[in-house]
């Protein structure tokens, strides 16, 4: 017996709805077996243990999802997602990976906090503010971003490895502010910054319970589903990612796509840094991101690059952030439950494409040598 | 001036503690990436590594058992990296991704009991004579078995990939696995085969972490050395001997950034656990360069699925 793997010929078009569904629905399978077995190592019999798996499963999902606070809480940690998500899938389409978002993020919140607190404090007018703190987080989101371009462009080093370096950098930055220079002399010895002032704070919605950031990374993803799929810059970009000798004979420069796709990625994260700075936050501090970056790596991907796809899978993840945060109120679940999620879904989605993509048959070994 | 020479040979000691989980990573995935599968799942090894080490040295107390638990740990995550970009030919950079992230989950998932415990660990073993040399004796010779263990590696795996017959079927798959397979190599098993084995070595630095180098279990206590291991073995070539060179060299870093602090500078200790990550940038983009890159050879089949079908 051996296994003969042929491509298929077309994937049908349902495969693109089906696959990311299944892969989620398999993963919180997988994961309730896990679930099961550290419940039962942690001192209950089988039969209790299933029964508590179940309840921790109607905990994660009533909340998030079937109640209006717990909506609202979605929401909130959609934003940030959904920032990074679609600025990722702008270098994604190039098959340039970028995968520090998470560090993004961070420079984005920094810039916004530089600004909200050090640069415009006088300013008083909300919607000057907003506009210029946003900038902010945008300009240092790109020129975090502009590091791996410039480098992958002028000297073709590989970004996955910088742009991860870089998030640690960026990480230990903001740390280096909180707990030093910009630490609040009246925050009790928290590392974190004072807060920002009112003018600085986005409007809210739902009496005041979400930010109006979630209409914000709307409309965004509204207009980059435009870019993508109307403008020559889309069209460009993509078959720059699918065959880079295509997109010279084309006329392409790659190089100058490779720095404005990292750019425009990277300032687009910024961007939700400074929003959820001035969303939720109002003040910088130590580790605010539960790995916003890299669940929005896995974002992209379920949504394959589309950006109203991103929309919706970054609620769908949001309110699993939102779940999981109460499995660890309410059954002391770590953190790292979601992490293992969120591989398997990762795993489980590509597994899937893999075998929908090819055709795999198990044959005798005589008839392949034919 | 006496010292002085005693900071700078603890400062050497410390360099070949903080250099050796490295140095376990970085040669295991120089096993992987030179049979053509690039892992970027490391740091997810070395977690898993460094977990499941730590938990059957609590249970069991033997040392032995502890390593061996680590290195299957790795080989079974190695396994599953294997199985998707060797067989279902995904992409390497995403399923390295996703390993990390199991890696990462399943420890602290698995961990969440065994903080704060106390487990048994590797004892410094001066090795008679040598380690009574002046300077090189304390430097190099009084560490545990782990560390010996890492500079019997390096000599090892470089006779293995360069002198031996097995050591040469590896770089033909890695190289051309389209004329390895001509000529009756399974290219597939062989992939396998070191992603298996690399990801048991890498599980190993991990488990120097947890058994050897801190000496207990905290969540995600590699902080990154993974992602460090993959930078260096783009700057050690997929040499196992430049890998030593590169560790040691970070390792440095780490060592010498811990002496600051403790020496009571007046920078940043955040600012100087920046370094070994802007170094890694640096070190990036001087090695990186199309020059250097054809001089030295990457693996030509690196990153890339291999298919009997669909030949390029």
Partial sequence: MKIKIEKREGTPFYMNILVPAASIIFSLFVMGIILLIFFQRSGMGWGEAFSETLSAYREMFSWPFGNIYGIYQTLLKMVPLAFVGLGLSFAYRMKIWNIGGEGQLYMGAFAATWGALFLFNGIENKFIMITLVLLMGAAVGALWAAIPAFMKAFAKTDEIVVTLMLNYVAIFWVDYLVYGPWKDPKGYNF?????????????????????????????????????????????NSSIAGDNQKAAKYAGINIGFYTIVALLVSGAIAGMGGAVQMMGIQHRLQHGFSPGYGYTAIIIAWLAKLNPVAILLVSFLFGGLLVGNEQLQMFYRLPLALIYIFQGLVLFSLLGGEAIFNYRISFVKERAVEE | MNIDSSLITTTLQATVRAGTPLLFAVLGDIFTERSGVMNLGLEGLMLVGAISGFAVSYSTGNLFLAVIAAMIAGAVL???????????????????????????????????????????????????????????????????????????????????????????????????????????????????????????????????????????????????????????VLFATWDPVKAMFGAYLFGGVTALGLRMQ???????????????????VAVLFFTSTEKIKLKVGAPAALGVPYSREEKT
């Fill in chain 2, 262 to 280: 403790a020496a009571g500078t007046t920078i940043s200790s955040h600012i100087l656990m920046m370094f070994p990550y802007i170094l890694t």
């Fill in chain 2, 78 to 232: 190695g396994l599953v990296h294997a199985f998707f970009t060797v067989t279902l030919r995904i992409n390497q950079v995403v399923s390295g991704l996703a390993i990390t992230m199991l890696g990462t989950g399943i420890s602290g998932l698995w961990g969440k009991g065994y903080i704060g415990v106390v487990a048994e660990q590797f004892k410094t073993l001066e090795i008679p004579f040598l380690s009574k040399i002046p300077f090189i004796g304390p430097v190099l010779f009084s560490h545990d078995v782990l560390v010996y263990l890492s500079y019997l590696l390096v000599p090892l795996m470089w006779f293995y990939i360069y002198r031996t017959k097995p050591g040469m079927i590896l770089r033909a798959v890695g190289e051309s696995p389209e004329a390895a397979d001509a000529r009756g190599i399974n290219v597939f098993m062989i992939r396998y085969l070191y992603t298996m084995l690399g990801g048991a070595i890498t599980a190993l630095g991990g488990a120097y972490l947890s058994l050897a180098y801190t000496s207990m279990w905290i969540e995600n206590m590699t902080a990154g050395r993974g992602w460090i291991g993959i930078a260096l």
């Fill in chain 1, 191 to 235: 590392p974190l910054t004072a807060e920002y002032p009112e003018s600085a704070q986005l409007p809210t919605m739902f009496n005041g319970e979400v930010h109006i950031g979630i209409i914000m990374v709307i409309i965004l993803a509204v207009i980059l589903q435009y870019v993508y799929s109307r403008t020559s810059w889309g069209f």
